[in-house]
Each structure stands twice: as structure tokens, then as C-alpha cells.
């Protein structure tokens, strides 16, 4: 008896033993009161704007931080049948490229408009990684206003990052291509024929307009990401390269081959210079440039000729490559400007490089060799130092403006801590699950705000309520104010988010537009009061002049349309009040709804395919009467004649 | 009759001249806020024309068949602006006159003008509020809109506020004044002055 009470005790102790023996994973509990810093009270608003690339979906995402919430899906390079983006006949040729129309694209990463090197938020730009773009959103309406496409240039990935005053947004090719004229040739003629461009985009420093200044013709490398220099740097930009072995299959080993890669350092001041001295040379080639006017809210898209290019193997001191180990992901500059940061991916260290020391290794041409003669430095010349043992996988490194960098490890899942000037790691948090891009509001600029930090993950798991095989993706925001990281708050996002930027919403939150004055639509179909609405026949072509107001369309009974015509409603929302869009849709239509806001014109563009009477309503719940916000459409067969008419809403 | 004393016919003066700003300042405010309009509808009323908010009260008002504001709903921007300028002159009048009667005379302009307006504001709120569209969309069975002559009055989802706005409150300030001569003017008379 006494013994059977011995053995059932060690039992029990083994049972209670046995899950502890298992070594402890990435489980960190949350401690202290996280709740109350991410908890901003109904009413109130968040302390910071988050705008987060939506990766795959093509669109950015408004995020409010500390709380995550989610308050716009932005439509950038993907059709948003949701308010009509890429549907209405106005925002058309906001999507057009010299491929025809793109309804869709991945888009990686978001450059918020900068001052003297902190943000000044008026513009948020962001990539089109498949059919290369750029975008300008117009952060006082949140719209996309200008896209611009990038000849020459194949994933266009390392992009779009952008100079301390906004001088210049880049877009670096990840595939090297062949270009130009003679561009079907053989695959294996890889290193005669391919290059990697990287384009110079100049920036209206009021209007915002893009240019395409000039484009550099670098090796046929992979270019992956950048960041300029700022402040003391100012006037270089860093682009982080991969595949230096130019191999044109299988990447994934024989891309791998080198102990380091580079990364390619570029005097854009210098080639400025290159430039007003005519030393360009210009080639032909096709590229759309789409602008949004916001007066005749209607977009245009121009397919432009020709670009200037600059030769840096002809122009010298434009170009110098800095050997980086091993296969650099992310390319980072800390706030003063003094270091570049390389995250190899596939490295054991962070390498850390020194500005003062680059000016110096190119100054004594400290050189250990060249790529078809521009300069490779010596490795240790240029370096600061190296982070030690880091983790595993390092990507992407963010700065809190006190001293210490943040470095995301996607194969180790963590966010390693460290000290710019000691290179010390002082600490570590798991991330949920393998963090892509992490980021600190202002992180990227010369000035930081280091109180959170997002990471970005790439794979979610666990994390939320499954949803069958497909996932959101899961971010983790964490408290830097203190010398240690502390995790607060795990939120879904939209899409993939890949790089995200955050600043004050100070900045911006009230310079928001709140309707289109009417006075100023300039939209050739506006109308400026219901007394005009109509509709008139041009051919085969069916206007209809509309307008909606709370709560009717003018005109709403309409008769004399033929199958075989093609209807164009053109509708003005006569509202001049904040939040009071009205939507439009009719049965059938093969596009989607318009959104239309208040003071703007839209056009919705309609082909009937069969006779009959077709309804359309308002699809924005207006106002109490949104319901009785409705019209009848008379659709007759083609060749009968009946007569064109309308009715502009007299009460029966 | 007995002459003013000088601070008291400067007083006068002064207050003729409060009457000035009303040709460059709101004279008079509604304001509406509801659910959906936590930052307020406002609309101001001018000496010859209205600010503000008002298509948006147009655009909210039309479903209870209420009539579009506009000008023209206002035969007073017509003749107000003479009518304020009448009584700078019979201020300014009184002033030069100097005598108690002046005061007395002008004290009562101001008066029955001040009544005048909250009459008309009443007339004009009464016929805004209870003549109706009988096509509105939305009829509340013995509702009607009259908004408050002063103060605040709940219609519906709105509460509602009307009140002088800063023409007029420099306008009252004038006629406090006037108040401030007459009371001095009688105590001068009944303490008579003693050397």
C-alpha cells in the first residue's frame, strides 16, 4: 500500500515534469497594462497615421495607431469595385500602361513625403512591383492622383524610396531585362544582353507632379531595395543588390554563390550634374504618365516617347559598389546619415558601413576591384563594424532616433535591438510569425518618434480565429519607449503588407477635404443644379446629364434607349457636406457601383443587352430616405423608334 | 427742458456708435446639431444676407417640407440697412441735441427696435415652422418646427439654438449704455448737487 502511494507520487511528478522538459519557443506573455496604451476610447483619435502597403491586393491601407484599426482601403494599382476606381470612366486612365490597361498590380512599399529629412506627409508614394509603376497619393484626399511607369525596368521592387526633401522617388529593377529595341534575344545571353535600370523620378516640390529625370544603366544584377542617404549623406542614395553572379535560373542556389554581394552607392548630386551638362543620352522608349485632375476629376493618361539615360561606365564617380554579405535585403541609412545599414539575408552578421569612411576608401581610391570599371571599395575600409550574432535572417533595420537600430529576422521570427555606435545587441522579442518589414513612426527619417514599432509578418498561423486555408496576415505592434521591447497589442491587416511608414496624424488630420466645392468642378458633364439634368442621344450614344441629392436622381424615368446604344451617366452629387457620398449602380451593368462624392462628377458607362426596364438606385446609404433613392431605365429594341424622354422628378 | 451732463451725451454717443458694427457683423445665429451633426449646422443671419450652413438646413429641412431658405425669404435685407442707419443718425441726433428728451426719445428707438426684431424673428420662425409642404416625406402628425425665438428647443433629432450674434450683442451693449445715462441722468436730478 505504502509503496503503490510512493509510485503513484513519482508518477504524478513525472506527468507534472514532462511538458516543462520541452525547451521554451516564441510564447512571450504579454506583461504589464498593454491594454490601456493601445486602448483609444470611443470618440478619440489615434496618435499616428500608419499607411501600409497592401502587397498583393494593390492598394494601401489607413491604419491608426496604437490601436490597428483599419479605417480605408485605398485603391492604388488595383481596380476597387467598391467606389468604382478603375470602373468609372474617369479613373480609366489612371490604370493605363504601354501594356494597354493594368487592373492589378503588387504593391511593396510606401515613401511618405519628406522635408529636410522628417515627414511632412503630404504625399504618400507607392510601387507597382509586376508592371512597373509608381504612385502618388494626395494625402489631404487620400486618393490616388498621379501614376507614372517605369520603362526599362522588370520588378520594380527596390522602389519607392525617396530623398530627404523629395527631390526624387527611385525605382530600382529587380529583373534585369534587355531593353531597347533588340530585346528578343537569348536567355542565355544574360550578361551581354541585360541590364539594371534604376530610374530618378524628380518631384514638383509644390505640385507633387513626377518626372522621369533620367535613368541610371547599372550591371545586370537584382536590385532589391534602397534607402538615400539624409543629412550628412545627403545627395547619395544606397541600393542593396543580389544575384551579382548574374545568373539567369535556378536564383535560388546560383544566386547564393558569393560570400557578399553589393551595395551599390550612387552620387545623384553628381549625376544631376551629368545631366544639366547634357551628358545624357536619349533612348526610346514607352511609358504612361496618368494624372488625376482634381477640378475635372477626371484622369489622363499620356504615353510618353523617350527617357534620358546615364552611362556609369562612361560617367565616372556616379556609381561605387560596397561589398555587402550575403545576398543584402533591406539597405538602411540611421537618422544622421553616418551609417548604412546591410541586412544580408542569408548573412551570419549586420554589417554596418560608414559614410565618412566610404568618402574617404573612394577619395584614396581604396579600391579592391571593379564591375566594367566602376570601383568596388574594400570591404574594410568602408565598414563601421559588424552586429554579432545577430539572429537568423536579417532583413530590414528601423531607427528609434536614440541610438539604437531595430533589425527584423525573418528566419529566427524576432526583432533584435541594437546599438548604432557599440553594435551590441541589447535585446530581442519574438515576432508572429517570421517578420518581413518592421517599422518605427518617422523611423526612416532623419527624425523618429520611438515610442512603437510595428512588425509586419509573413506568415500568421495561429494567431486569430482560422478562416480555412487562407490567412490574414498578423502584425504585432510593441512598446520601444523603454530599453525594452514590449509587446501590446496583435492585429490583422489588408492584403501582404510588405513596408508600412507611420507619422504624427497632426501633420495632417486637419487638411482633410471634406467635399469638392461645385463651384469648381470643372468636369465637362458637371451640373451645377437639378435644373439642367437631361438626357440627349449623340448617334449611338446616350448622355445622361444626372445629378443625386438627398434623397433622388434627376432625371429618374427614362425612356428611348435602343439595345445596340451604349449609356453614359454622367452623375453630380449636388451635396456640398462632409461624409455624404452617393452611389450608383443599374441592373446588369458588367462593371461595378461609382461612389460619388460630394461636388464631384462621375461617369458610368453602360451597355444594355437586352430590352426592358432596368432599375438603378443610390448604393451609399444617403439618408432616410435612401431606399426611395431610385429610377427606371426603358431599354427598347433596336430599330424601334421610341421617343427620347425623361422625367426630372415632379412630384405625381 | 434740462441739457445732459457732458458723460452722460458721450455715453449717447457711444452708443450711436455700437450700432455701427452691425453692418459688418452677424447679427443673428441658429444653430442646429443632431446625431449625425456632432460639429453643428450654423447659420448666420446678416444685416442684408445669411452665412453659413444653409443649403446643408435646406438639404436636412426638405424631407419635413419646410421652405428653402434663401434671400429672398427675407424682404427685411431690403430696408434694414437703412432703417439701422436711421437710428445712427437719430443717435448721433440726440447727441448734438444734448437734452433729456434726446436721451429719453432715442433710448425708446432702440427699444421698440429691439422689439421689432424679436416680432419679426417670431413671425418669420412661426410661418418657417408651420407652413409645410403637404408633399413632404416626412409628416409628423401635430409636429411642427417653429424654431425657439431665443434659447434652446428640441425639434425632432435636432436640438436647436437661436440667439443674437455679435452684432447684436455689441448693439445691447449700446443700449446698456443708454440704460447707464438714464440712471445716471435721475440720480443727478434726484440728489441735487450741493457745492
Redesign the interface.
Known amino acids: 500500500m505504502k509503496k503503490n502511494v510512493w509510485l503513484l507520487a513519482i508518477g504524478l511528478i513525472a506527468v507534472a515534469l514532462a511538458p516543462s522538459c520541452k525547451p521554451k519557443g516564441a510564447q512571450s506573455a504579454i506583461t504589464g497594462d498593454a491594454a490601456s496604451k493601445v486602448y483609444v476610447a470611443p470618440g478619440t483619435h489615434d496618435e499616428f497615421y500608419n499607411i501600409v502597403s497592401g502587397g498583393f491586393n494593390g492598394q494601401m491601407s489607413v491604419v491608426g495607431l496604437p490601436s490597428g484599426r483599419v479605417f480605408k482601403i485605398l485603391p492604388v494599382f488595383s481596380v476597387h469595385p467598391e467606389n468604382g476606381w478603375g470602373f468609372s470612366e474617369e479613373t480609366k486612365p489612371m490604370l493605363n500602361t504601354s501594356h494597354g490597361f493594368v487592373p492589378w498590380d503588387d504593391l511593396h512599399h510606401i515613401a511618405i513625403s519628406m522635408t529636410n529629412a522628417e515627414h511632412d506627409a503630404r504625399w504618400a508614394f507607392g510601387n507597382a512591383n509586376n508592371t512597373p509603376r509608381i504612385a502618388r497619393v494626395d494625402l489631404t484626399s487620400f486618393k490616388t492622383v498621379e501614376i507614372l511607369e517605369i520603362p526599362n525596368s522588370a520588378g520594380n521592387h527596390s522602389s519607392p524610396f525617396i530623398t530627404q526633401n523629395t527631390e526624387y522617388v527611385v525605382a530600382g529593377t529587380r529583373f534585369s531585362v534587355p531593353v531597347g529595341e533588340n530585346s528578343d534575344v537569348s536567355i542565355d545571353s544574360y550578361k551581354e544582353n541585360f541590364k539594371g535600370y534604376i530610374s530618378f523620378i524628380g518631384v514638383d516640390p509644390k505640385t507633387g507632379d513626377m518626372d522621369l529625370s533620367f535613368q541610371i544603366e547599372a550591371p545586370p544584377f537584382n536590385f532589391d531595395l534602397a534607402r538615400a542617404g539624409k543629412n550628412k549623406s545627403h545627395g547619395w542614395f544606397f541600393f542593396s543588390t543580389y544575384n551579382t553572379e548574374m545568373a539567369h535560373t535556378l536564383l535560388e542556389v546560383n544566386a547564393s554563390q558569393k560570400d557578399k554581394d553589393f551595395i551599390m552607392a550612387v552620387n545623384w548630386k553628381k549625376a544631376e550634374e551629368y545631366v544639366k551638362a547634357g551628358k545624357g543620352k536619349k533612348v526610346k522608349a514607352k511609358y504612361a504618365h496618368n494624372k488625376m485632375n482634381e477640378e475635372t476629376h477626371t484622369a489622363t493618361s499620356t504615353i510618353m516617347e523617350e527617357v534620358l539615360v546615364l552611362d556609369p561606365t562612361e560617367l565616372k564617380d556616379i556609381v561605387y559598389f560596397i561589398p555587402c554579405p550575403k545576398s543584402p535585403h533591406g539597405t538602411d541609412t540611421d537618422p544622421s546619415g553616418e551609417y548604412i545599414v546591410g541586412s544580408g539575408k542569408l548573412a551570419a552578421v549586420i554589417p554596418v558601413f560608414s559614410f565618412t569612411k566610404m568618402l574617404a576608401a573612394i577619395e584614396n581610391k581604396d579600391f579592391e576591384g571593379d564591375v566594367n570599371g566602376m570601383p568596388v571599395l574594400k570591404y574594410e575600409s568602408v565598414l563601421h563594424g559588424e552586429v554579432e550574432k545577430p539572429g537568423l535572417g536579417p532583413l530590414h533595420t528601423e531607427f528609434d532616433g536614440k541610438g539604437f537600430a531595430y533589425t527584423s529576422m525573418f528566419v529566427s521570427s524576432e526583432i533584435v535591438k541594437w546599438n548604432i555606435e557599440t553594435l551590441e545587441v541589447v535585446d530581442r522579442v519574438p515576432t508572429y510569425y517570421s517578420v518581413g518589414h518592421l517599422m518605427i513612426p518617422g523611423g526612416p527619417t532623419g527624425k523618429p518618434h520611438g515610442k512603437y514599432m510595428v512588425a509586419y509578418n509573413k506568415i500568421t498561423k495561429d494567431r486569430y480565429l482560422p478562416t480555412g486555408p487562407e490567412l490574414t496576415q498578423s502584425a504585432q505592434l510593441y512598446d520601444i519607449s523603454g530599453d525594452k521591447m514590449q509587446l501590446l497589442l496583435d492585429f490583422p491587416t489588408i492584403g501582404e503588407p510588405h513596408y508600412a511608414e507611420a507619422f504624427p496624424a497632426a501633420l495632417i488630420k486637419d487638411k482633410q477635404v471634406k467635399f469638392y466645392p461645385l463651384e469648381k468642378n470643372n468636369h465637362p458633364y458637371a451640373l451645377k443644379g437639378v435644373a439642367d439634368a437631361r438626357v440627349e442621344r449623340k448617334g449611338n450614344e446616350i448622355h445622361v446629364y444626372m445629378t443625386s ?3 433622388n436622381f434627376r432625371p429618374d424615368n427614362i425612356e428611348g434607349v435602343n439595345v445596340g446604344d451604349v449609356v453614359y451617366f454622367h452623375v453630380t452629387n449636388l ?3 462632409w461624409d455624404v457620398p452617393h452611389g450608383f449602380s443599374i441592373k446588369g451593368a458588367n462593371t461595378a457601383e461609382i461612389l460619388i462624392m460630394p461636388g464631384e462628377t462621375s461617369t458610368y458607362k453602360w451597355t444594355p443587352d437586352r430590352p426592358g426596364v432596368f432599375p438603378f438606385y443610390c448604393t451609399d446609404f444617403c ?3 435612401h431606399q ?1 433613392m431610385q429610377g427606371y431605365l426603358r431599354v427598347s429594341p433596336k430599330g424601334v423608334n421610341t421617343p427620347l424622354k425623361y422625367s426630372t422628378g415632379e ?1 405625381q | 427742458m434740462k441739457p445732459l451732463s457732458l458723460f452722460n451725451r458721450i455715453l449717447i454717443l457711444i452708443a450711436a456708435l455700437t450700432i455701427i458694427p452691425s453692418y459688418f457683423t452677424p447679427l443673428w445665429q441658429i444653430s442646429l446639431w443632431a446625431p449625425q451633426y456632432p460639429e453643428g449646422l450654423n447659420m448666420k443671419i446678416w444685416i442684408d444676407h445669411l452665412s453659413g450652413n444653409v443649403d446643408q438646413i435646406n438639404g436636412v429641412n426638405h424631407y419635413i417640407g419646410m421652405r428653402h431658405i434663401g434671400d429672398e425669404m427675407f424682404p427685411e435685407f431690403c430696408f434694414l440697412i437703412y432703417v439701422i442707419g436711421g437710428l445712427i443718425a437719430m443717435g448721433l441726433a440726440a447727441f448734438v441735441i444734448g437734452r433729456r428728451w434726446s436721451l429719453y426719445g432715442f433710448f425708446a428707438l432702440i427699444a421698440l427696435f429691439g422689439m421689432g426684431v424679436l416680432v419679426d424673428m417670431y413671425r418669420w420662425g412661426y410661418q418657417y415652422g408651420h407652413n409645410l409642404d403637404p408633399k413632404a416625406a416626412i409628416k409628423v402628425e401635430g409636429m411642427s418646427y417653429q424654431p425657439p425665438l431665443i434659447g434652446y428647443k428640441e425639434l425632432l433629432n435636432f436640438l436647436a439654438y437661436s440667439g443674437p450674434d455679435t452684432g447684436s450683442w455689441i448693439l445691447i451693449g449700446g443700449a446698456c449704455l443708454l440704460i447707464l445715462a438714464i440712471v445716471r441722468d435721475k440720480m443727478e436730478k434726484s440728489i441735487p448737487l450741493t457745492k
Open positions: 441629392i438627398r434623397s451635396e456640398q457636406d439618408s432616410a430616405l426611395e412630384a
